[in-house]
T-cell receptor, first 112, second 116 residues
Framework: AQSVTQLDSQVPVFEEAPVELRCNYS??????LFWYVQYPNQGLQLLLK??????LVKGINGFEAEFNKSQTSFHLRKPSVHISDTAEYFC??????????FGAGTRLTVKP | NAGVMQNPRHLVRRRGQEARLRCSPM?????VYWYRQLPEEGLKFMVY????????ESGMPKERFSAEFPKEGPSILRIQQVVRGDSAAYFC??????????????FGEGSRLTVL
């Protein structure tokens, strides 16, 4: 079975600074990888996904992630964050859509 | 609104009562998933259902919890004899048929259960 590890539970950054949220996965088969964002008291929204093809994936709100098969990583990045990016971010992995596994989440706090 | 609809958004129950949480998937989606989110924790998979079938319930507690997705109507997550430890946010997600699916799940806004 696959699993996901998000290495940082909390990431505080200042506005307009770059940010990287780390995600590592383990799986014995090919996987699909996702990043979701959760704003307070809301459900999860898809930021971006990797299915196949180019390893650099661009998502909404200026976020991007890079799939690195050798390092089994799928880190999320944004070159310049805004206050409105403050939220919880979840990395997820599935290989057949029946069993999507989520990481424990990373709370991104953007300070003015 | 064509999104995943969950109700109630907030539910308060006393210990020993029953909680019923409902989820209507997106139009055209036949797969429903339930996840539980405890404070400061990630999402934990509970159960995966298709119409009239439970496909995977490996994440469901063995007692007091049940789920269904009838031919007509919403999916229901039922918790009997609730205890304080059941207090959590319960999220429903749906996806289209596996064939041609991109693997993406579409989430509702969650039902927040508080057990007094």
């Amino acid at each position: 079975a696959q699993s996901v590890t998000q290495l940082d539970s909390q990431v505080p950054v200042f506005e307009e600074a770059p940010v990287e949220l780390r995600c590592n996965y383990s799986s014995s088969v090919s996987v699909y990888l996702f990043w979701y964002v959760q704003y307070p008291n809301q459900g999860l929204q898809l930021l971006l996904k990797y299915l196949s093809g180019s390893t650099l994936v661009k998502g909404i709100n200026g976020f991007e992630a890079e799939f690195n098969k050798s390092q089994t990583s799928f880190h999320l990045r944004k070159p310049s964050v805004h206050i409105s990016d403050t939220a919880e971010y979840f990395c997820a992995v599935t290989h057949n859509n029946n069993d999507m596994r989520f990481g424990a989440g990373t709370r991104l706090t953007v300070k003015p | 609104n064509a999104g995943v609809m969950q109700n109630p958004r907030h539910l308060v129950r006393r210990r020993g009562q029953e909680a019923r949480l409902r989820c209507s998937p997106m139009k055209g989606h036949s797969h429903v998933y339930w996840y539980r989110q405890l404070p400061e924790e990630g999402l934990k998979f509970m159960v995966y259902l298709q119409k009239e079938n439970i496909i995977d319930e490996s994440g469901m507690p063995k007692e007091r919890f049940s789920a269904e997705f009838p031919k007509e109507g919403p999916s229901i997550l039922r918790i009997q004899q609730v205890v304080r430890g059941d207090s959590a946010a319960y999220f429903c997600a749906s996806s289209p048929r596996l064939t041609g699916s991109t693997g993406e799940l579409f989430f509702g806004e969650g039902s927040r259960l508080t057990v007094l």
